[in-house]
Each structure stands twice: as C-alpha cells, then as structure tokens.
Nanobody, 126 residues
Framework: QVQLVESGGGLAQAGGSLRLSCAGS????????MGWVRQAPGKEREFVAA????????NYADSVKGRFTISRDNAKSTQYLQMNNLKHEDTAVYYC???????????????????WGKGTLVTVSS
C-alpha cells in the first residue's frame, strides 16, 4: 500500500509562487508515474502535470506550461510542483497521484489512478 501526503498549499497573490510537495511511503515508487491533478470548486478534476520516475519524462497541461515545473527526488520518494506566476484560475485543491501502469501521456486522463493523496488547497487572490 502506498500513502501519498501533500504539503505546501496556501494563499498566494496573483503573480506569486508556491511549491507543493508530495511524500510517498509504504513501498518503493520507483516504477510509478506520479503527477498532480487539481479540482476547482464546481469543476471536474483536471490534469496538471506528470513525471516518470525513470528517465525524468514530464508532461504538462497547456494551462500551466511555462509556469509550473514538476520534479522528483527518488531517494526521498517525493515529488514537487513549483508553481510560478500564479493566476486566480489556478485556485483549486491539488492532489498528488501515482499509478503503476499509466504513462506521463495517459496521466492526462486521471480516472483510475492507483493512489491518491488527500489534497492540499491552493488559493490565488486576484
């Protein structure tokens, strides 16, 4: 069983930055693709970014390209999401996710992920 715990959410002004972390525990995550999915109030879940643990391949939603950067530290079983130039529309609960069979490309379809964190709220004031 894998446990994912997010941290780093909070309140930021538009144009500001936040860094989210997701710490995994319970088993090795070396074969898992990991990523971030967000859900704004009243909206469906939306893919944000994904990263492979072998090779460091990444994938981003068009809405965050050039502003968000996903990275990972395999030794710590932790992934990060550096969010710069935040916009009001980035306001959402951000969930960490991990999946054994998905790729960084298919993570764009967040249904059926193997593991989810409980989420961390990001609020961007305009």
């Amino acid at each position: 069983q894998v446990q994912l715990v997010e941290s780093g959410g909070g309140l930021a002004q538009a144009g500001g930055s936040l860094r989210l972390s997701c710490a995994g525990s319970g088993r090795t995550l070396g074969s898992y693709v990991m990523g971030w999915v967000r859900q704004a109030p009243g909206k469906e879940r939306e893919f944000v970014a994904a990263i492979s643990w072998i090779g460091g391949r990444t994938n981003y939603a068009d809405s965050v390209k050039g502003r968000f950067t996903i990275s990972r530290d395999n030794a710590k079983s932790t992934q990060y999401l550096q969010m710069n130039n935040l916009k009001h529309e980035d306001t959402a609960v951000y969930y960490c996710a991990a999946d054994f069979q998905k790729t960084t490309a298919t993570m764009t379809y967040p249904e059926g992920m193997d593991y989810w964190g409980k989420g961390t709220l990001v609020t961007v004031s305009s």
